[in-house]
């Protein structure tokens, strides 16, 4: 557990009893971002003080990148167990998959979201990227800096170097590179802006979603902190960083993927820039308004963008909210997708899954067999904060969504499908367990699970329609692509795909079937697909390298 280091400061006149402790890393830009929040809370007549928390990301070698929640995993963790009561975090560094049990109270008005260019002390005729030397070598950590800078000038060295600002500024001032890319807010935080040699067109290098605000987060039970932050919240920031974030969620990315994005008010509404880099070369840069569906719409076309114009063709059979992750994973790879909604997901409501959650007894089962019945579940026990009870996931990309809603530990089987579930969930005879399903669920799971002496009730949590009449036309128009493969993730996608395809159903089962799993592999053959493969494991990765290695092979 890691050790709160209490640092003393002006704690206000309120009452000793009501301190907000204020949980934060210990480096100086941490503790400056902290600070400011100790400071406004204070003026506010509440009463705080600063605990260091030392995190994973202050534990690594100093040659080492930092992984996903780095920075934040032990400062939420102090606040989860009530070792503090406010956690301040960069909120670019704040992972998407947040626990349920606590929320960001407040985003502070954001300074500078940009990127920086700053080159080293006693360089003269370098204003800007551009005139960097050729072959200049440029230091960052950052995936998504590394791509675009890249991208900008192809001539340059990029190269890591890790390290707070003061240790990646004294290693560029020694000769280990020519210029450093770093955020403008931490350089001006940490009273060195005047280090900056040039601030970057968000359009050449976004910025990374979240960078330039501060991100402060309590627990969601804890009314007196929460009602003390909710003064500190600037609307607008909030509304931009929420915008960019779900641009971040929407591509399947982390706060290490190399997208970009910032969006601003304009008017009644917001508009974002946005940029999505495949680890390599390649990189894709567009713009639009954030509204219904304007955050997937724009990262389609930018995924698009990503796989270029001659990559060869798959038909991706996902429904429409769900199937961006998988399209960038394949554009990463060289392969464009040709998005077809095969079926479509409609809720029913959360009454039925509410009442059947909240009659559960402590350490009862939840069974998911899909990303949609576990999105939704997620939702109503994070809702009703259900920690207590138990969790069961058909496999790695349903698991992934549980998590999202902020549940911890599940279990998942040696495969991914609904037989294995059935056979291994470790639940003794007479343990209650809730079948979370689709209507065009396998009833067999259910059935396999009471021989077995469990107490199942089922809830319908959403309704499957299969080959949605808005989607012909994007068959038609995926067909005249000359696709090289078709990607399925479940047996109604299948079905769904085909009754779309009516007459043209033939030439689709002459196409490589490339299946998720062995259950959706059944189907598929079954339909009269005479290709059929699986991929390693149940995830868009795996999908996508099974679509690459697919149309590589093709004449």
């Known amino acids: 557990m890691a050790e709160l280091i209490p640092v003393q400061g002006d704690i206000g006149a309120s009452a000793r009893a009501e301190l907000l402790r204020i949980a934060t890393r210990g480096s100086a830009l941490a503790l400056v971002q902290a600070t400011s929040v100790r400071d406004a809370l204070v003026s506010a007549g509440e009463a705080a003080e600063l605990v260091i928390v030392e995190t994973a990301g202050d534990r690594r070698l100093p040659d080492t990148p930092w992984g996903e929640g780095a920075f934040v995993t032990a400062i939420e963790q102090a606040l989860r167990d009530g070792r503090a009561d406010i ?104 009273g060195q802006g005047h280090r900056i040699t040039a601030r970057l067109d968000a359009r050449i290098i976004p910025p990374a979603p979240g960078q330039g605000a501060i991100a402060v987060q309590v627990r969601a039970t804890d009314g007196h902190a929460r009602t003390a932050v909710a003064t500190l919240d600037h609307v607008a920031t909030r509304a931009a960083v929420e915008a960019e974030r779900a641009f971040l969620d929407a591509c399947g990315g982390g706060c290490r993927a190399p997208i970009g994005a910032l969006a601003r008010v304009e008017g009644d509404g917001l508009r974002i820039s946005v940029g999505i880099g495949d680890g390599g070369s390649r990189v894709a840069r567009g713009d639009g308004d954030v509204g219904p569906d304007g955050s997937r719409l724009l990262g389609e076309r930018l995924v698009a963008d990503l796989a270029g114009p001659d990559a060869p063709v798959v038909l991706v059979t996902r429904p429409t909210d769900q199937r961006l992750p998988l399209m960038r994973a394949l554009a990463e790879l060289g392969v464009a997708a040709a998005p077809v909604a095969a079926i479509a997901t409609v809720p029913m409501g959360p009454a039925p899954l509410r009442d059947g959650l909240v009659g559960l007894p402590s350490g009862a089962w939840v069974v998911v067999t899909s990303p949609t019945g576990a999105r939704i579940a997620g939702a109503v026990a994070a809702h009703l904060g259900r920690g207590d009870l138990r969790w069961a996931a058909v496999g790695e990309a349903t698991a992934l969504q549980l998590v999202r809603a902020g549940l911890t530990g599940i279990w998942t089987p040696s495969r991914p499908d609904g037989r294995a579930i059935a056979e291994e969930l470790p639940a003794d005879p007479g343990a209650s367990v809730l079948l979370v399903r689709g209507d065009l669920a396998d009833p067999e799971l259910a059935a396999t699970l009471e021989r077995r002496g469990a107490i199942v009730r089922e809830v319908t949590a959403y309704r499957t329609v299969e080959a949605p009449g808005s989607s012909r036309p994007q068959l038609a128009e995926a067909l005249q692509r000359d696709p090289a493969a078709v990607v399925l993730a479940s047996g109604s996608a299948v079905r769904g795909l085909l009754t779309l395809a009516g007459p043209a159903a033939e030439t689709l089962r002459r196409l490589p079937a490339l299946c998720i799993g062995p259950t959706t592999a059944a189907v598929a053959r079954e339909a009269g697909f005479r290709d059929v493969c699986v991929a390693r494991r149940p995830s868009d990765e795996a999908l996508a390298e099974l679509a690459a290695a697919t149309v590589a092979l093709r004449p």
């Open 87 to 190: 956690a301040v975090h960069s909120a670019k560094d704040v992972p998407l998959d947040g626990h349920a049990d606590l929320v960001i109270a407040a985003f502070l008005e954001r300074a500078d979201p940009r990127d920086a260019l700053v080159v080293r002390a006693g360089t003269t005729g370098v204003t800007r990227l551009e005139e960097l030397p050729h072959g200049a070598v440029v230091g960052t950590d950052s995936p998504r800096r590394a791509a675009f800078c890249r991208d900008v000038r192809p001539d340059l060295v990029v190269r890591p170097i890790h390290g707070n600002v003061d240790t990646r500024l004294r290693r560029l001032d020694a000769g280990e590179a020519d210029a450093l890319i770093l955020a403008v807010a931490g350089l001006e935080r940490l």
